[in-house]
């Protein structure tokens, strides 16, 4: 299946805008988690926790699947493939990793954070430690910045696929770089 031009172009625009969407939201979280551990008034600490555990992870999951299932369309019917591209298969990989951490790591913590928000409004000392907020941005927008720069520098060629009766490296016979031509398989002589 292949996309006519128009129609790449527009689900193109729907993966860039899902992804600077999803950058924005980290951005977002980062700022949150600043302000929620940094410092500033108990009420605005508090009210930066809590705003973190209402309002970030369902937009964050939501850009990140859209970004998800725009690139399995991207990659599906464009020429780059899925696994055909170092790049796009990485790119696949930071995807589907990012949001299992949204979904597994980030999302079940968000209960605590409230209630932290909620206790740092009041002015006590949150039941749990909510230090290790200050990670999800951290790796979330160092993985996109990597998909990000991995989309514009394209590195790494294709993935070399191996046919069954191709020998492996380093193993004795004539690979399929290595066979001769027709033209090149007889020597000519001039006489």
């Known amino acids: 299946m292949r996309l006519v031009p128009r129609a790449r172009k527009a689900v193109l625009t729907v993966h860039l805008v899902a992804a600077g969407a999803w950058i924005g939201i980290d951005v977002l979280v980062a700022l949150l988690v600043g302000v929620g551990?940094?410092?500033g008034s108990d009420a605005v600490r508090g009210l930066a926790l809590r705003a973190l555990a209402e309002f970030v992870v369902t937009p964050m999951l939501v850009s990140a699947l859209v970004c998800l299932g725009s690139g399995l369309l991207l990659g599906l019917a464009t020429k780059w493939g899925l696994v055909r591209y170092?790049?796009?298969?990485v790119k696949l990989v930071l995807n589907v990793l990012l949001c299992v951490l949204i979904?597994?790591?980030l999302r079940p913590g968000m209960a605590d954070v409230g209630a932290a928000g909620a206790a740092v409004e009041a002015g006590q000392i949150p039941a749990t430690d909510i230090s290790f907020l200050v990670y999800p941005p951290a790796v979330s927008l160092t993985l996109l910045a990597v998909a990000t720069l991995l989309s514009v520098y394209k590195p790494?060629?294709?993935?070399?696929?191996?046919?069954?009766g191709a020998p492996r490296s380093g193993a004795r016979g004539v690979g399929p770089d290595m066979r001769r031509?027709?033209?090149e398989a007889r020597p000519?002589?001039?006489a």
């Open 86 to 89: 170092w790049w796009v298969a």
């Open 37 to 39: 551990l940094g410092g």
């Open 156 to 164: 790494g060629g294709r993935v070399r696929r191996r046919s069954l």
């Open 181 to 183: 031509t027709t033209s």
């Open 188 to 190: 000519t002589f001039v």
């Open 103 to 105: 979904v597994g790591a």
